[in-house]
Every structure is written in C-alpha cells, then in structure tokens.
C-alpha cells in the first residue's frame, strides 16, 4: 500500500510540474509559439513523461483551462456570497474580472489566442466548448440563485446572460490590448450593471418575444 501511495504521489507531483512547466512556456510564447519540447525542457523531464500523459500541447492547455476555470468558478461563488439581486451579482463579478484582467492580462491574452486556434480545428472546438460551457453554467446559476432570493423574474434566459456577460468580458481583453491603461477602468462593471438595470426594466414576456425575434 505505502508504495502504490508513493507511485500515485510521484504521478501527480510529475503532472503538475508539467502543468507548471507548460503554463510557463505557453505565457512566455504563445501557444502557438510553443512546443511540446520546450515544455519538456523547462520542467526537466524527459520526453516519456510529456507523452505518456499528454498527447499534444492542445492537450496541456486544455487541463490548464480546466483547473482554471474550476478555479474561477470558485472565485465567482466567494464574490457572489455576500451579494443580494442580479444587480449585486453583476457588480461583484465585474469588479472581480476587471481585478483579475489587470493582474493576470497575459494569461487572457493567450486564451484568447487558443480560442481562435481550437475554432478552426472542429474536434478541438468541442472540447474547449465543454469547457468554456462549465463556466458559463456556472455563471448562469448564480444569477438564477440571485433572482430567487429577491423575488425577481429574469426577462433574459440566464445562461443567455452569462453569455453576454462573457462575450463583454472576451471584448474587454481585446479592447485593452488596443488601449493598454488607457481603458477605463471600471467600464466593464458599469456596462454589466446597465444591462442588468435595464432588463429589470423590462417585462418578462416582452423581453423574452424580443429575444425569440432575435433568434
């Protein structure tokens, strides 16, 4: 038993040099500028050790992904606990990724580039979509959560405002890449609580004959 313990240790301590490794590398080069041999390199490895788990670079990324986004979904329940309303939600979750595109930009920069990447590739897109939708119902059950504590009806499906609140997000990145500090601020959380404000404003089945129009 102590050494099938140590084996599963020993695994888990090489997968996450490489995930750390790769992290790394994928920051320093972009993913396309990366390769599974720098990766090897920079986690002190051998070969073996990258392809007997990982069968390509789409591969390492896609398990950095995901532990980010399990992360980010814990992130945006921490934020969302003390709010009370979609209103609240929206400002809390905003203000936490505008925090988050200041202080990790080259890590948004490269999902992004991944993004495109994995959209030319149908197989690769699937995977990503799974993923990128874990998020997204992540996000969209918060906000039903927050409409039922207050009482409140969404006008808006609410992962289709889990979808807008991310497409905003995605754009944000681009924008600042355009404008570096020139970019306000805090735009992406008054856009967010606009939209929200202006939904509550709306009649439900109004809202949703506008959203089948629109479809």
């Excluded at 990258?50 to 921490?78: C, N, Q």
């Excluded at 595109?101 to 999902?111: E, F, P, V």
Aim: with cysteine; charged share 30%; net charge positive.
């Amino acid at each position: 038993m102590p050494e099938r313990v140590s084996r599963a240790a020993r695994t888990a301590e090489t997968r996450r040099r490489l995930l750390d490794a790769a992290r790394r590398v994928f920051l320093r080069r972009g993913f396309a500028g990366a390769s599974l041999d720098m990766v090897v390199r920079e986690a002190g490895l051998t070969k073996g050790a990258v392809y007997s788990r990982f069968r390509s670079k789409a591969d390492l990324f896609l398990a950095l992904l995901d532990e980010r986004i399990t992360g980010r979904i814990a992130e945006m329940g921490a934020a969302a606990a003390g709010e009370h309303g979609p209103v609240g939600l929206a400002t809390a979750l905003s203000r936490q990724w505008d925090e988050r595109l200041r202080a990790d930009a080259d890590w948004s920069r490269l999902a992004i580039e991944f993004r495109l990447h994995a959209a030319r590739v149908p197989a690769l897109n699937r995977r990503y979509a799974a993923l990128h939708a874990r998020l997204r119902g992540a996000m969209a059950e918060l906000i039903e959560r927050e409409a039922r504590e207050v009482g409140e009806t969404l006008p808006v499906e609410a992962e289709d405002l889990a979808r807008a609140a991310l497409a905003l997000g995605t754009g944000t990145v681009l924008e600042r890449c355009a404008e570096g500090d020139a970019f306000p601020a805090h735009l992406n959380e008054i856009v967010n609580r606009a939209i929200f404000h202006g939904l509550a404003a709306m009649e439900p089945p109004a809202a949703r004959r506008l959203e089948r129009a629109a479809r």
